[in-house]
Each structure stands twice: as structure tokens, then as C-alpha cells.
């Protein structure tokens, strides 16, 4: 198994710029995350999803959208790149094992907006 | 989920034990306690959990507090590859979304 894979590995954006981060896992874990994490902090919650076509908002969703149309794939958009999305991208997949909840991540998305 | 107080960092020698404490005073009956890790440069991995028994992996020990408002992640020799920032998260059960609130965590350093 592959495990989580993420594209790109970098990239730089300018300013009001779009584009999409891709995230699959080949697991068949229900459960995806995306999470930011900042400079020097932990990460942050974005956007999960607890199955194909069912997505709901985490701690810090504005600027950000996704969809889940298939088990596999879990795409985070960003419409309108601002300065302050700049940060390491992290998507995660799960299978809820009661209180195990093992998350497995992706080696991340580098991401500058300039 | 409930909040965990961590050092910011500690300092190991390699092939010796480490401890790494955490205190979480607010922990209700059915959070769970989870350890991550994040090796400089990579996603977060998990490494162990636990409820209210001590824990015993391949990766490292739990040991959890009688009344269970304190942990520590015990690593039995440190390697040189267990540099990295260590997690300590609370999970409710019951938690719809299930995910994983992090804090700061502690960089723990190994020295040769």
C-alpha cells in the first residue's frame, strides 16, 4: 500500500491565484482530513469528511473548499490565494476503530503564496 | 477535546530512557489518550494510546496516572530517529468529526 499520497510536494502561488492540493489514500479508510500547520505550531483542523459525498467544516475552513466524490480522493481548493495560506498542508485518512482512530498522513504540500 | 500541558522541549542522550509527561487535568471518563510524533519534515505518526491502563507497543510505553490527569510517553532507549516533536492529544469516543486537536507538543532533542 502507498498509504496517503499528496501533489504537489511545493508549490508557490501568487496573490488571488487558485488551485487544488490533491490528497488519495488507498487504505479504504471512510474518514479524511485536511490540516494546516503553520510555522513552529501544531496543525490546525481544515475540512474533514466521514464518507464519499458527506464533508463538514473543522476549525479553520474560510479561504478553503473540497469535495469527496470517491472513497479515495479527498481534494482541498483554494479559490483566492491570500499571504496568510501560507503553511504546510497535511491530508489524513482513518478507519474508526473505536478509540484507536489511528490517522495515517501524508508527507504534505509545501505551500507559498507570494 | 480536552486540554494537554506539555514542555515545550527536552533533552536525551541517545541509548537512554526518555520520559515525556503530560498533564490534561480536565480529561473526562471517555477521552482516550493519544501520542503522535513528527519527524522534521513529515507528516505526524501515531505511536500509541490509551484509556486508562498502561500500554505497551513496538514504538514505546504509556503509563497513565491513577486518576488519569497526567500520562507520560516513556521511550525505552532513545535513538537518534526519535528526534522529533511528540503529540499528546485527548479523543472522545463518541467524537463525531474524530479529529485530532493539536497543541504544541515537545521537541525532544537526542544527543549522540
Known amino acids: 500500500n502507498a498509504g496517503v499520497t499528496q501533489t504537489p510536494k511545493f508549490r508557490i502561488l501568487k496573490i488571488g491565484q487558485s488551485m487544488t492540493l490533491q490528497c488519495t489514500q488507498d487504505m479504504n479508510h471512510n474518514y479524511m482530513y485536511w490540516y494546516r500547520q503553520d510555522p513552529g505550531m501544531g496543525l490546525k483542523l481544515i475540512y474533514y469528511?466521514?464518507?464519499?459525498?458527506?464533508?463538514d467544516k473543522g476549525e479553520v475552513p474560510n479561504g478553503y473548499n473540497v469535495s469527496r466524490s470517491t472513497t479515495e480522493d479527498f481534494p482541498l481548493r483554494l479559490e483566492l490565494a491570500a499571504p496568510s495560506q501560507t503553511s504546510v498542508y497535511f491530508c489524513?485518512?482513518?478507519?474508526?476503530?473505536?478509540?484507536?482512530?489511528?490517522?495515517?498522513f501524508g508527507p504534505g504540500t509545501r505551500l507559498t503564496v507570494l | 477535546d480536552a486540554k494537554t500541558t506539555q514542555p515545550n522541549s527536552m533533552e536525551s542522550n541517545e541509548e537512554e530512557p526518555v520520559h515525556l509527561p503530560c498533564n490534561h487535568s480536565t480529561i473526562s471518563g471517555t477521552d482516550y489518550i493519544h501520542w503522535y510524533r513528527q519527524l522534521p519534515s513529515q507528516g505526524p505518526e501515531y505511536v500509541i494510546h490509551g484509556l486508562t491502563s498502561n500500554v505497551n507497543n513496538r514504538m514505546a510505553s504509556l503509563a497513565i496516572a491513577e486518576d488519569r490527569k497526567s500520562s507520560t510517553l516513556i521511550l525505552h532507549r532513545a535513538t537518534l530517529r526519535d528526534a522529533a516533536v511528540y503529540y499528546c492529544?485527548?479523543?472522545?469516543?463518541?467524537?463525531?468529526?474524530?479529529?485530532?486537536?493539536f497543541g504544541g507538543g515537545t521537541r525532544l532533542m537526542v544527543k549522540p
Open positions: 489524513a485518512s482513518s478507519y474508526l476503530t473505536g478509540g484507536k482512530n489511528e490517522q495515517f
Open positions: 469528511s466521514v464518507g464519499a459525498g458527506i464533508t
Open positions: 492529544i485527548l479523543r472522545a469516543y463518541n467524537n463525531a468529526g474524530n479529529m485530532l486537536t
